[in-house]
């Protein structure tokens, strides 16, 4: 599979998105459309890969990087006019078959590349059409075939007769050829049609006229052909993938108690046994092992969840919780964190940026940014660890089996010894030796009737 190339069509304007953003950037399941192209090719052993641009294409070139090369189609005139903007690539790889797609088919799956390209190369063929056959084509192409069912053309709806509008084989905008072959007949293409541009299809009709083999791969899965033209379009080719990523992860032993509000990216993965509530989120390169408990209404993105563990309704980024682990309701874990194992974090708690001990428990209404914390500590509630001075971001350091008492605020940079204790609503500000307790609090001030002249102005709403 090493003689083998691609060029990737995303230089399209998508007027009808409506979006800031390129066409080729929209995503599906949070996932930009060109990242499933790309990974699909790369799942197929297509390496080299050439990515035409247009329309916002330093957006594109920034998000694909070096997964791609690139070459810039100045103006839209079509799919045949994309592909000569490729002719550098093409030259430099004119012995080889080239993959041709578009940005915008994210279901395109690898069987499909593969058993497409083992048609092609059995047969020898020029080109290799990948088709699929829907009962109501609407917009596209159609693969007009003759009475030997051999292939004639493919004909754009706008540019069919009635007869070809009742055709229900339909060109799915992917195709293989052979460099040379495409080579010899871009420069033959006009636009001769109702759109005035040049379609790759035509190239297809030349080579038949030029008796060069053609051959059609109709691929039994008809999502494979669908694009992206609107938001409507969009919005069903989530449904459909978001199907298609739960019914696999079902396969592999995952329990859903319900799809409602459920959206998983199609690089999660997610072990056996692990229960899935509804509203849950999860996205990214998020890995979760095995037997544990997501949801309800959680959200976790491009982080690493242990076995055995629930995460209820809370929201964890770009962070590691390892084996046995609780976290929620309502706590938030902020990128660069590690929750070791057997960790109990509450509700309404917030961790950022900072390294949590096996066996500590966090119950609730507390903040920990920026902190280096031990094993067995316990924070009391409404601790705070106080890591900005307002230009620096600062450390705490709070050692094994510490225990912070309620309302504890820990002004960064400090340290907490080991086993060391602070008392409720002490503000530390200096380092506490290990197996200390350390109390920080003004004297208690009792003023005597104060409430009596402070009822006067008080209007209340129950009176006895």
């Known amino acids: 599979m090493e003689k083998i190339c691609a060029i990737i069509l995303a230089a399209g304007e998508g007027k009808r998105m409506k979006c800031d953003t390129a066409k080729a950037l929209c995503k ?25 641009v247009g329309n916002k294409a330093n957006m594109v070139k920034d998000h694909v990087k070096n997964r791609a090369c690139f070459t810039f189609q100045k103006e839209q005139k079509g799919t045949a006019d994309a592909i000569k903007s490729a ?30 390209f083992k048609l092609h ?27 030997e069912n051999e292939i004639v053309k493919i004909v754009e709806k706008k540019d069919a007769t009635k007869e070809e509008l009742k055709i229900t084989e339909v060109n799915s905008g992917a195709y293989w050829f052979k460099v040379k072959e495409l080579i010899n007949v871009l420069d033959k293409i006009e636009s001769n049609n109702n759109q005035n541009e040049y379609y790759l299809t035509d190239a297809i009709h030349i080579l038949i006229k030029n008796n060069k083999k053609v051959s059609c791969y109709i691929s039994k899965k008809s999502e494979v052909i669908l694009g992206v033209n609107d938001k409507f379009e969009l919005l069903k080719i989530n449904e459909i993938a978001k199907e298609k990523v739960i019914e696999k992860l079902i396969e592999d032993g995952v329990e859903f108690v319900s799809k409602e509000g459920v959206l998983i990216s199609p690089d999660v993965i997610i072990g056996k046994n692990t229960k899935i509530f509804p509203g849950s989120i999860i996205l990214g390169k998020t890995k979760i092992r095995e037997n544990s408990i997501i949801g309800p209404n959680s959200l976790i993105k491009d982080s690493e969840i242990g076995k055995g563990c629930t995460i209820n309704s809370s929201q964890i980024y770009d962070s590691i919780v390892e084996d046995f682990t609780t976290i929620g309701p309502f706590s938030h874990i902020r990128p660069n964190s590690k929750i070791s194992h057997h960790v109990k974090i509450g509700d309404f708690v917030e961790v950022k940026n900072s390294n949590i001990g096996a066996g500590t428990s966090i119950s609730h209404l507390t903040y920990v940014g920026d902190s280096d914390v031990g094993k067995n500590v316990n924070f009391g509630c409404g601790v705070v660890t106080i890591n900005y001075d307002g230009v620096n971001k600062n450390r705490c350091n709070i050692s094994d089996g510490a225990f912070l008492g309620c309302n504890t605020n820990l002004v960064a940079p400090v340290k907490v010894g080991k086993n060391s204790y602070t008392g409720a609503g002490s503000t530390i500000t200096k380092d506490v030796p290990d197996e200390a307790l350390a109390i920080e609090r003004t004297k208690q001030v009792n003023v005597k009737d104060f409430s009596k002249k402070k009822l006067k102005g008080r209007k209340l709403k129950v009176k006895d």
């Open 121 to 147: 190369k059995k047969n020898s063929s020029s080109a290799t059409i990948i088709s699929t056959k829907i009962l109501k084509p609407k917009n596209l192409g159609r693969i007009v075939r003759n009475k």
């Open 87 to 116: 002719m550098n690539f093409l030259k430099e790889n004119e012995n080889k078959d080239v993959f041709v797609c578009c940005s915008d088919s994210p279901l395109l799956d690898k069987k499909t590349i593969l058993e497409s």
């Open 28 to 52: 599906v399941l949070e996932k930009p459309m060109i990242d499933w192209i790309l990974d699909v090719c790369e799942e197929s052993n297509i390496k080299k890969k050439c990515v035409v």
